[in-house]
């Protein structure tokens, strides 16, 4: 199945690329008040990674009308998940979000025909008659 109108559908599937994107960048800054309370507690290096993480993935949301903002997004979801390496719960959070993120991915393939890349054309308008 492909989308009647194919560029609106690649417009409208950035647009929740970078959503998701935006509240997975958002939910790593909650991952310091975790980390804080645990044994060897918050170090200037784990401030330092998750925040730039953080800005990153905010940024990756900002390229998601950029033919390479899929790609970017979706290598940002290693350190995503890897993030539950400094907290527990990150795990469950960031396997949440990367299957919404894989989800997103297929519905843009069976809508565009691929994955990644930019929507194909749109089909001509019929001539008025």
Known sequence: MTAP????????????AAAILLLEGIA????????????????????TVLLVLAVLLVLASGLQ?????????T?????????????????????????IWLYLLQVRKELLG???????AAPPAPPAG
């Open 28 to 47: 790593v800054l909650f991952v310091p008040r975790g980390i804080a309370q645990t044994g060897e507690g918050l170090t200037g290096t784990r401030l």
């Open 114 to 120: 691929s994955p990644f890349g930019p929507p194909p």
């Open 65 to 73: 009308r950029r033919p390479q903002g899929l790609l970017i997004g």
């Open 75 to 99: 290598a940002l979801q290693v350190p995503l998940v890897l993030t539950g390496l400094l907290s527990g719960a990150m795990w469950l959070v960031g396997g949440i979000f990367v299957a």
């Open 5 to 16: 109108d194919p560029v609106r559908a690649g417009k409208a599937l950035g647009g929740a």
